[in-house]
């Protein structure tokens, strides 16, 4: 990567350069007014000629000159308090050209929908306070005998102290809005009104924290951080440490830092970790001053927390990916917490990588930049070997805990000796029977929801597959209901084969939903609770569902990776993991790393009190190299291993990758497309790149639409984008649609 500097306006400017909110890749030039010089700037929202109306957009650079002819007069600026600021109209810059994505689409991004939209206003506060000096003896007795409600008003202002809040006010003395005017207009009280804003944990209470004693590791460790928070040149640090090391409180201690030195701090949480849990460890510690950007905020609580960070009243910003555009002013200390989570990828477009570019912003704005994670990615333990990224290591948990014992089940064996597959080992129904019986939780693992994730009819073949996406039906018993997990496509489960009318149908494979019924056979008087995208649908389902757990109404809790991050339970001593090679055999270079991740994490979860925790993991292919690792919770021996076999081929991270994707309804015009533009390519691309395909994705059918890829090799986006844009410009949408997608997660 390269950081080229954001765009200062020249002196003198007159001209700025507007994205229109509309879908077109390009900026447009209009000429600034006299009256509005000097405050149209970068980052500016303002109304704009365009075609035969009005369109508000965003300037993205302001210029002295223009080589347009005629120049359009900007009309006006639109809410100055809610332009972008400047140093993330750079940052638009730079993704719109790394990730080869439409300008306006990038600048996009960067503000929430509901302050785009600009519809919302803020709340509004009213207090009705009497008049001063009043001759209350006279006026009192006056209003009894012609204005019975409005001399109740006075006495209960009077009672009050003088000022009470409108809404209730009306509502202590029964009375409606037009009496209160009423007594406005006669001079005796005052409307006063303020904004305030929406508390999102009005009915929170969250205990103060302390900072706590560091550990000599996680000393070294801010050490590290601190270093480079003062140093004239920002570094990026990639914080090593294993499960339960302390990597929260080195976080903390920075940011506290980060805060005494007048400067605003970013923490980035996978969306799946933004639990109530994470958000009190922040809370706890700064109070007020935090801001939790989480999916579960209403539009206007959005609105309110994106002003009060614009407004410099909140100074540390935790959220999901899309935190990382938080507008605070001095930006000290970017976060990204658990920075190999695929979610920091943003699968439409524009198609960023909130970790890659925390990194980018953190050089715009020479901020420190700490990545950490028990299991980084390739890409940053590559960043650090090429010297771009500093290592800092926790090698052990706190209090010098032992790691949890991993125990492996070879399910070859235990299908041999048992005549048949089996779901739940002996060994795994032992260690959840003693557990249970010392009075301490279980947690297991399987990355699949459902019942079975195939339904076959034994006598004529017949599978139930998605008529609009290459896959089968994942069988839902509890709801009776196949349902596709590419498309969200429901159907009433058949009680018969539709195929041959027979009823002996099966259903195969294995999902989260059978492992609880199966456990509520094996373990009666247990009580179990499921946590996966089907249980947690609603807002409050998580919560619940954890603080069950937590106060141990549930026993044994059943997941997917939902549970496999950031949970910290004392009486969990132990995981077990239903099917390890359950994704690592898929056609992905990244099968590997993504299982190690997998495994480490839930491993993770066991023994985080007292006791040692153990891991019982069950698989088929017990000698895997991943696995085998995963064991001895081996990251470096992992790295090594991986790393040699990347550089062997040339994959990421020792290169960078591209797709292209082709997408259509006709699945000739899709291939045709493509090929098409790989021959428009292949002469323009540089030297060293390679061009792979077209070919069929993994998935060849997603909601009807035929899917096609060409893998380019070798890539420097930043080059390559230039060469790209006017291809995929060519492309008429309609028919088929093309885009690209850097340094790619899933290539399915
Ligand atoms: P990680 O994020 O690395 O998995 P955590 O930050 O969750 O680890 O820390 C694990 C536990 O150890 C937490 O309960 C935390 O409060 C505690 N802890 C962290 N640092 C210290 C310390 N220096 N002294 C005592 N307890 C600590
Ligand atoms: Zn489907």
């Given at each position: 990567?390269t950081?080229p500097?954001?765009?200062?306006?020249?002196?003198?400017?007159?001209?700025?350069?507007?994205?229109v909110?509309?879908?077109?890749?390009?900026?447009?030039?209009?000429?600034?007014?006299?009256?509005?010089r000097?405050?149209?700037?970068?980052?500016?929202r303002?109304?704009?000629?365009?075609?035969?109306?009005?369109?508000?957009?965003?300037?993205?650079n302001?210029?002295?000159?223009?080589?347009?002819?005629?120049?359009?007069?900007?009309?006006?600026?639109?809410?100055?308090?809610?332009?972008?600021?400047?140093?993330l109209?750079?940052?638009?810059?730079?993704?719109?050209?790394?990730?080869?994505c439409?300008?306006?689409?990038?600048?996009?991004?960067?503000?929430?929908a509901?302050?785009?939209?600009?519809?919302?206003?803020?709340k509004?506060?009213?207090?009705?306070?009497?008049?001063?000096?009043l001759?209350?003896?006279?006026?009192?007795?006056?209003?009894?005998k012609?204005a019975?409600?409005?001399?109740?008003?006075v006495?209960?202002?009077?009672?009050?102290?003088?000022?009470?809040?409108?809404?209730?006010?009306l509502h202590?003395?029964?009375?409606?809005a037009?009496?209160?005017e009423?007594?406005?207009?006669?001079?005796?009280?005052?409307?006063?009104?303020?904004?305030?804003?929406r508390?999102p944990?009005?009915n929170?209470?969250v205990?103060?924290?302390?900072?706590?004693?560091?550990?000599?590791?996680?000393?070294?460790?801010?050490?590290q951080?601190?270093t480079?928070?003062?140093?004239?040149?920002?570094?990026t640090?990639?914080?090593?440490?294993?499960?339960?090391s302390?990597?929260?409180e080195?976080?903390?201690?920075?940011?506290?830092?980060?805060?005494?030195?007048?400067?605003?701090a970013i923490?980035?949480?996978?969306?799946?970790?933004?639990?109530?849990?994470?958000?009190?460890?922040?809370?706890?510690?700064?109070?007020?001053?935090?801001?939790?950007?989480?999916?579960?905020?209403?539009d206007?609580e959005?609105?309110?927390e994106?002003?009060?960070?614009?407004?410099?009243?909140?100074?540390?910003?935790v959220?999901?990916r899309?935190?990382?555009?938080?507008?605070?002013?001095?930006?000290?200390?970017?976060v990204?917490?658990?920075?190999?989570?695929?979610?920091?990828?943003?699968?439409?477009?524009p198609?960023?990588?909130?970790?890659?570019?925390?990194v980018?912003?953190?050089?715009?704005?020479?901020?420190t930049v700490?990545?950490?994670?028990?299991t980084?990615?390739?890409?940053?333990?590559?960043?650090?070997?090429?010297?771009?990224?500093?290592?800092?290591?926790?090698?052990?948990?706190?209090?010098?805990?032992?790691m949890?014992?991993?125990?492996?089940?070879?399910?070859?064996?235990?299908?041999?000796?048992?005549?048949?597959?089996?779901?739940?080992?002996?060994r795994l129904e032992?260690?959840?029977?003693?557990?249970?019986?010392?009075?301490?939780?279980?947690?297991?693992f399987?990355?699949?929801?459902g019942y079975?994730?195939?339904?076959?009819?034994t006598?004529?073949?017949y599978?139930?597959?998605?008529?609009?996406c290459?896959?089968?039906?994942?069988y839902?018993?509890?709801?009776?209901?196949?349902?596709?997990?590419?498309?969200?496509?429901?159907?009433?489960?058949?009680k018969k084969?539709?195929?041959c009318?027979?009823?002996?149908i099966?259903?195969?494979g294995?999902?989260?939903?059978?492992?609880?019924?199966?456990?509520g056979r094996?373990?009666?008087?247990?009580s179990?609770?499921?946590?996966?995208?089907d249980?947690?649908?609603?807002?409050?389902?998580?919560?619940?569902?954890?603080?069950?757990f937590?106060a141990?109404?549930?026993?044994?809790?059943?997941g997917?990776?939902?549970?496999a991050k950031?949970?910290?339970?004392?009486?969990?001593?132990l995981v077990?993991?239903?099917?390890?090679?359950?994704?690592?055999?898929?056609?992905?270079?990244?099968?590997?790393?993504r299982?190690?991740?997998?495994?480490?994490?839930?491993?993770?979860?066991?023994?985080?009190?007292e006791?040692?925790?153990?891991?019982?993991?069950?698989?088929?292919?017990?000698?895997?190299?991943v696995?085998?690792?995963?064991?001895?919770?081996?990251w470096?021996?992992?790295?090594?291993?991986?790393?040699?076999?990347?550089?062997?081929?040339?994959l990421?991270?020792?290169?960078?990758?591209?797709?292209?994707?082709?997408?259509?309804?006709?699945?000739?015009?899709?291939?045709?497309?493509?090929?098409?533009?790989?021959?428009?390519?292949?002469?323009?691309?540089?030297?060293?790149?390679d061009a792979i395909g077209?070919t069929?994705?993994?998935?060849?059918k997603?909601?009807?639409?035929?899917r096609?890829q060409?893998?380019?090799?070798?890539?420097?986006m930043?080059?390559?984008?230039?060469?790209?844009?006017p291809?995929?410009?060519r492309q008429?949408?309609?028919?088929?649609?093309?885009?690209?997608d850097?340094?790619?997660?899933?290539?399915?």
């Open positions: 990567m950081f500097n954001a765009n200062k306006p020249e002196p003198g400017a007159a001209v700025a350069k507007v994205v909110n509309l879908s077109l890749d390009r900026e447009f030039d209009y000429r600034i007014p006299e009256r509005l000097g405050r149209v700037r970068i980052g500016s303002v109304f704009v000629p365009f075609g035969h109306g009005e369109r508000i957009g965003y300037v993205v302001v210029v002295a000159t223009s080589t347009v002819p005629l120049l359009k007069d900007v009309i006006r600026i639109e809410n100055e308090g809610e332009q972008i600021p400047e140093n109209v750079a940052l638009a810059r730079w993704i719109a050209d790394y990730y080869c439409a300008r306006e689409v990038a600048v996009r991004a960067l503000i929430p509901v302050v785009r939209k600009g519809t919302l206003l803020r509004v506060r009213r207090t009705a306070v009497l008049k001063p000096d001759n209350l003896g006279e006026i009192l007795p006056a209003l009894e012609k019975k409600k409005r001399a109740a008003i006495r209960e202002l009077v009672r009050l102290g003088g000022r009470c809040e409108v809404q209730k006010l202590l003395v029964k009375a409606g037009a009496t209160l009423g007594l406005a207009e006669k001079g005796l009280v005052t409307l006063e009104q303020e904004n305030v804003d508390d944990f009005a929170d209470t205990l103060p924290t302390v900072p706590l004693t560091l550990t000599a590791d996680q000393a070294r460790a801010l050490e951080v601190m480079s928070m003062t140093a004239p040149k920002a570094q640090i990639l914080l090593h440490g294993v499960t339960g302390g990597k929260t080195v976080y903390l201690q920075a940011m506290a830092h980060c805060l005494e030195q007048g400067r605003d923490v980035l949480v996978p969306e799946i970790a933004l639990t109530p849990q994470t958000m009190e460890r922040f809370r706890g510690r700064f109070g007020e001053t935090v801001s939790v950007l989480h999916s579960g905020l209403s206007g959005r609105y309110d994106w002003r009060r960070i614009r407004d410099g009243r909140a100074r540390i910003v959220g999901a899309s935190a990382l555009f938080a507008p605070v002013g001095r930006l000290g200390l970017i990204v917490d658990e920075e190999h989570e695929t979610t920091y990828k943003q699968d439409e477009a198609r960023y990588n909130a970790r890659d570019v925390a980018v912003r953190g050089s715009f704005e020479n901020a700490v990545l950490g994670s028990a980084p990615s390739l890409e940053s333990a590559w960043n650090c070997r090429a010297g771009k990224y500093v290592m800092s290591v926790l090698p052990s948990r706190v209090d010098n805990q032992v949890p014992v991993m125990e492996v089940i070879d399910m070859r064996s235990e299908a041999m000796q048992r005549g048949g597959p089996q779901i739940f080992s002996r032992t260690e959840i029977k003693e557990t249970l019986e010392r009075g301490e939780q279980v947690i297991l399987l990355n699949r929801r079975a994730s195939q339904m076959l009819c006598k004529c073949g599978v139930a597959e998605c008529p609009d290459s896959t089968t039906y994942t839902h018993k509890h709801r009776a209901e196949l349902i596709c997990h590419l498309c969200g496509r429901v159907l009433p489960a058949p084969c539709p195929g009318g027979d009823e002996k099966r259903f195969s294995l999902g989260t939903e059978k492992i609880e019924a199966i456990c094996l373990f009666p008087h247990a179990l609770g499921r946590m996966d995208s249980t947690m649908t609603t807002k409050d389902a998580y919560r619940r569902t954890l603080n069950s937590r141990g109404r549930i026993q044994i809790l059943i997917t990776q939902m549970i950031g949970l910290h339970f004392p009486n969990v001593t077990g993991i239903i099917f390890a090679d359950m994704g690592l055999h898929m056609p992905d270079f990244r099968a590997g790393e299982t190690f991740q997998l495994l480490v994490q839930v491993a993770g979860r066991a023994g985080r009190g006791a040692t925790g153990r891991v019982v993991v069950q698989t088929y292919t017990p000698f895997h190299m696995l085998q690792h995963a064991l001895r919770h081996d470096p021996g992992f790295l090594e291993d991986e790393l040699a076999t990347r550089q062997a081929l040339l990421p991270p020792v290169t960078h990758m591209a797709v292209l994707h082709f997408r259509g309804e006709n699945e000739t015009k899709v291939a045709d497309t493509a090929l098409a533009f790989l021959e428009a390519l292949r002469p323009v691309l540089p030297a060293g790149t077209p069929p994705c993994t998935i060849a997603v909601r009807g639409r035929f096609y060409i893998s380019l090799r070798n890539v420097n930043l080059r390559l984008g230039p060469i790209l844009r291809l995929l410009a008429d949408r309609n028919e088929v649609e093309a885009y690209v850097a340094d790619p997660y899933s290539l399915m």
